[in-house]
Structures are given as structure tokens and as C-alpha cells.
């Protein structure tokens, strides 16, 4: 399962991928950090889009087209913010990954960046949210496709050995 899951350290917006994932706020309409990027990058049409969704809980997802990426798609999910973890953070952030996956799947999108989603702005802990992600990402792609590779983009070198690390783990391999 392992060599279905990629990690490398970048910058998502220029992931040449069916779908990358962003991590937006309750609102998606844009904010700091890879949202930002995001924005900036697709252009004013996304969020043109992303006025018309209304919103989006955390732990949820919504599809929007990619614009001027060169993703077709992307998908906004709302990650948790950290407030000691007592508040459902680590179910949220599960439910972030599972969402995603399920919509990548639904629109059969074969090929799926994400970034580190809450270990910015969102205060997560990266080592624990990397395993949840790894976590999240192996159980959905268990026995499913599409899609059929999932790349976990870390900007900073920091967030890039802990994914790694989290998919020698958990995937019983190196990420190839
Ligand atoms: P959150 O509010 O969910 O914490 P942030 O955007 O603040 O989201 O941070 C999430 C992660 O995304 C951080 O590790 C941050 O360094 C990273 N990040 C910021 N810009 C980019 C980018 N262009 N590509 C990939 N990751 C990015």
C-alpha cells in the first residue's frame, strides 16, 4: 500500500496532479498560508466558486474546480484549530482525510496532493497529525480506488521527515 503513497517536500500549487487539497477555513473564502497560495494562484474565479459553497464545516469537504492550477480540481476541507486536544482535534482531522479521499473518489480523480492540514495557522502538532493522515489515507485505500496515488506535499523540511517518517511506520515501507 505504501508505494500508492508519495511524500515530498513543495509547494502544492504547482502539483502536477488531478486534484490538490487545500486547507481552507469554515468560510472558503480564503485566508494565510496555503489557502493563500492556493488563491493566488488559481485565480479570482476560485473563489468566485468558493462564495457559491457557503461555507463548509470542519472535518468536511467540497470540490471546486482548479482554474489557472494546473490540478483540475481542488478540494477544500477545514481542518481543526488546536486547543489541546480535548476537543475532538484528532476525529476532525481524521474527518478532513476521509472526506477528501471521498470526494476525490467520487469525481474519480486518480491522483491526490495534500498539504499538512492544521499544522500551520491551526496549531496541530505535526507529528501527531501526520500520523493521522498516513493513518486516514491507508484505510480509505485499502481495497479502493481511485484514487490510485496520494502525495502528502510538506513545505518546510520539519513537516517533510515527519510524514516520512509516519509512512515508514504505518505503511511498513519507505514511500516511494
Ligand atoms: P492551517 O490553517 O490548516 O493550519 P496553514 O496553511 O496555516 O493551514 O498551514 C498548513 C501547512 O501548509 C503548513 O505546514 C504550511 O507550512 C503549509 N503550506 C503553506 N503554503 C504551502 C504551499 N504553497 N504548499 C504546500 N504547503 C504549504
Known amino acids: ?22 486547507a481552507a477555513n ?3 473564502l480564503g485566508g494565510g ?25 470542519t472535518g468536511q469537504a467540497r470540490l471546486t474546480q482548479g482554474y489557472d492550477l494546473p490540478a483540475r480540481w481542488v478540494i477544500h476541507t477545514v481542518g481543526p484549530v488546536w486547543s489541546g486536544g480535548r476537543r475532538d482535534e484528532d476525529g ?9 479521499l471521498a470526494l476525490a473518489n467520487g469525481q474519480g480523480v486518480e491522483s491526490i496532493a495534500f498539504p499538512s492540514i492544521s499544522t500551520g495557522a491551526y496549531r496541530f502538532p505535526v507529528e501527531r497529525a501526520a500520523a493521522i493522515a498516513v493513518e486516514e489515507t491507508l484505510r480509505f485505500l485499502t481495497g479502493t480506488t481511485p484514487p490510485d496515488r496520494v502525495t502528502f506535499v510538506c513545505f518546510d523540511l520539519h513537516t517533510y521527515e ?8 504505518l505503511a511498513g515501507g519507505r514511500p516511494s
Open 33 to 57: 498560508g496555503v489557502d493563500g497560495a492556493i488563491h493566488r494562484a488559481a485565480g479570482p474565479r476560485l473563489l468566485e466558486e468558493c462564495r457559491s459553497l457557503g461555507g463548509c464545516p
Open 1 to 22: 500500500m505504501g508505494d500508492r503513497i508519495d511524500v515530498i517536500q513543495g509547494d502544492i500549487t504547482k502539483c502536477n496532479v488531478d486534484a490538490i487539497v487545500n
Open 92 to 100: 476532525l482531522l481524521a474527518g478532513c482525510y476521509r472526506s477528501s
Open 26 to 28: 469554515t468560510t472558503l
Open 162 to 169: 515527519c510524514y516520512r517518517s509516519a509512512v515508514e511506520r
